[in-house]
Nanobody, 122 residues
Framework: QAQLVESGGGLVQAGGSLRLSCASS????????LGWFRQTPGKEREFVAA???????YYADSVKGRFSISRDNAENTVDLQMNSLKPEDTAVYYC????????????????WGQGTQVTVSS
């Protein structure tokens, strides 16, 4: 399984931007589909964005047009650029990886990072 470590979370005002990064080690990154999920207290982890092995991207409706996922297979990283942030984007954000086809379902991903907190103030 891939070892994943997120970075880049923090506190930002509504309307601001943050860039999350996730670094991996121990696997051939290019053979993995990658995703970002988020979770708030008392709620299930929800899909945010995903990127297939060939770069095809998918987004939750709530972030479409504001967030952008990108991957660098040479550097073994996947980033999430978050613009026009809203208070409802406040959550712990997790990156995830799975070998093979892309998915938007949490249960399909077997490798997870430890999470990074994003807080958007109004």
């Amino acid at each position: 399984q891939a070892q994943l470590v997120e970075s880049g979370g923090g506190l930002v005002q509504a309307g601001g931007s943050l860039r999350l990064s996730c670094a991996s080690s121990g696997v051939t990154f290019g053979s993995y589909a990658l995703g970002w999920f988020r979770q708030t207290p008392g709620k299930e982890r929800e899909f945010v964005a995903a990127c297939g092995r060939l770069g095809t991207t998918y987004y939750a409706d709530s972030v479409k047009g504001r967030f952008s996922i990108s991957r660098d297979n040479a550097e073994n990283t996947v980033d999430l650029q978050m613009n026009s942030l809203k208070p409802e984007d406040t959550a712990v954000y997790y990156c995830a990886a799975r070998p093979g086809a892309v998915s938007m379902r949490e249960r399909d991903f077997g490798s997870w990072g430890q999470g990074t907190q994003v807080t958007v103030s109004s």
